[in-house]
């Protein structure tokens, strides 16, 4: 394996019809946006599991989105639930990432453009993977 691809981080803007998605080195600081899934159970799953193949992560990431307030919704519980599962089923880590405003971000970054939604939840897991990198490391 590549010691590049050792270090490659995957990030996921989760949301129950599609899932948003980007990569990313930590050592250089950069995030893309890659195609987002929009498929739903073991499809999913499927199609995270050929981008693991593809790049190798050696961590995920799962936006955590929060309400303005800081509190916990539903949204919040199946973005665990589903960072929990990623964990199961492909035994790396995964860190949750708080993505207040990352998708307001996106459709900004996007705008005067026809993105697809998908597009939007990409960029948005392109910022959770930047805000991600810009964290000072524990």
């Known amino acids: ?6 270090r490659t981080v995957l990030a996921f803007d989760f949301g129950s019809k599609r899932i948003g998605v980007a ?7 950069t995030a893309h946006p890659l195609p987002g899934i929009a498929a739903a159970g073991e ?3 499927a199609a995270i599991g050929r981008l693991l193949a593809e790049w190798r992560p050696a961590r995920l990431l799962v936006g ?4 303005a307030n800081g509190s916990v919704h539903d949204t919040t519980l199946r973005a665990e ?7 199961g089923r ?7 990432v708080d ?16 993105a697809p939604r998908l597009a939007i ?8 993977l930047e805000q991600y990198f810009d964290e000072p490391a524990a």
């Open 1 to 6: 394996m590549p010691e590049t691809a050792a």
């Open 23 to 29: 990569v990313g080195e930590p050592e250089l600081g």
């Open 43 to 45: 499809a999913r799953f």
């Open 64 to 67: 955590l989105p929060l309400a």
């Open 81 to 87: 639930r589903f960072a929990r599962q990623l964990r």
């Open 90 to 96: 492909f035994h790396l880590p995964v860190e949750l």
């Open 99 to 114: 993505e207040r405003f990352t998708s307001v971000e996106a459709a900004g970054r996007l705008r005067g453009r026809r």
């Open 121 to 128: 939840d990409s960029v948005a897991a392109q910022l959770i």
